[in-house]
C-alpha cells in the first residue's frame, strides 16, 4: 500500500515537472529572444555563422559604426533599437544533414503572442518562416527560420526594427544583391 | 653688603673660556651645517624621485588608457563586422522570401496584416 502511494507519488511530480517544462518553452522566447544554444551542427556542417552580439558590444558596435560612411551609418541607426543579434547558420555538405526535430524545439519557443507573418515553401524545399512579436505598433522582436535540405538558418533579432531598411541592406556592405529572382541560382547549391 | 657685592662679582663676573671651547662650538656649528646640508639634499632626491614617480604613473596611467581604448576600438570594430554579417543574413532571407511571396515557384503564406493570411501557390 506504501509502494503504491509512493509511485503514485513519483509520477505525480514527474507530470507536475513535465508541466513545468512545456510551459517554460515559449517563455524562453518572452521579450523576443529565444534560445538557440541547443541548435548546434558546427561538428557537422561545412560552414557555420555563429553571432551572439548583445549588451555593451552591440552598443559599441553602433557606436563604432556612427563613425563610419553613410551606409554604416544607416545600420548604426538600426541596431540601435535592438537589444540583442543571434545568428545560427549551417551550410552541409549534402542534403538531410539537420533534423526536424530541432527545427521543431526552435520553433515551440515563439509562444502566441508570436505572428507568423511569412511562411514561404518552394519546390526545392527551401522553408523560410518570419515571426514578429509586435508590441503596439513596433515590432519588438523577429524570428527568421530559413530551412533548405542542406541548410539551416535561424536569425532572432530582439527589440525593434525596421523590416524595410533591413531588406534594403542587402546591397550593402559591397555584396551584391543575392537571392532576389529565385529562377537564378541563389546561392550556387541548387 | 661688601659680601654680597663680592659674591656677585665672581658669580657675575668675566670668566676665561675653557680650553677648546671655541673649537667645540665651530665642530658643532659645522656638524649642523653639514646635517642641514643632507637633509636638504635627501629632500631634494626624495622630491625628485616621487616627481619621476608622479610623471611615470601619468605616463602608465595614459599608456594604459590609450590601450584599452585601441582594444575597444578593435572589439567594437569586430562586433561591427559581425553586425554586418547577421543582418546581410537576416536581410538575405527576408528578400527571398517576400519575392517568394510576389510569385515565384512556390507556396507562400503570408500574415502580415494580422488577420488570417492568404496563401498563394505558383507551382
Known sequence: MEEMDMRRRTIEWAVAALVVLATSLPALAQGGKIDLSRLDYSATAVETVEVTLDGPLLRMAAKFMRGQDSDDREIASMIETLQGIYVKSFTFDGPGKWTARDLAAIKAQVGPQWQRIVNVKNRDGEDIEIYFLPKGDILDGIVIVAAEPSELTVVNLVGHIDLDKLSRLENQFGIPEMGLDPSKDVKGKK | ?123
Open chain 2, 1 to 123: 653688603m661688601r659680601n654680597l657685592e663680592r659674591g656677585l662679582q665672581s658669580a657675575l663676573g668675566r670668566k676665561p673660556a675653557p680650553s677648546g671651547f671655541a673649537d667645540r662650538v665651530l665642530e658643532q656649528l659645522d656638524d649642523t651645517r653639514a646635517r642641514r646640508r643632507r637633509r636638504k639634499s635627501l629632500t631634494a632626491i626624495v622630491s625628485r624621485v616621487a616627481a619621476v614617480l608622479l610623471v611615470g604613473a601619468i605616463g602608465l596611467g595614459a599608456w594604459m588608457q590609450h590601450q584599452q581604448s585601441v582594444r575597444e576600438m578593435r572589439e567594437a570594430e569586430a562586433a561591427s563586422v559581425l553586425v554586418k554579417l547577421a543582418l546581410h543574413i537576416a536581410s538575405e532571407k527576408t528578400n527571398i522570401a517576400r519575392e517568394q511571396l510576389s510569385g515565384g515557384g512556390s507556396s507562400a503564406t503570408s500574415n502580415r496584416n494580422g488577420g488570417d493570411g492568404h496563401e498563394t501557390t505558383n507551382d
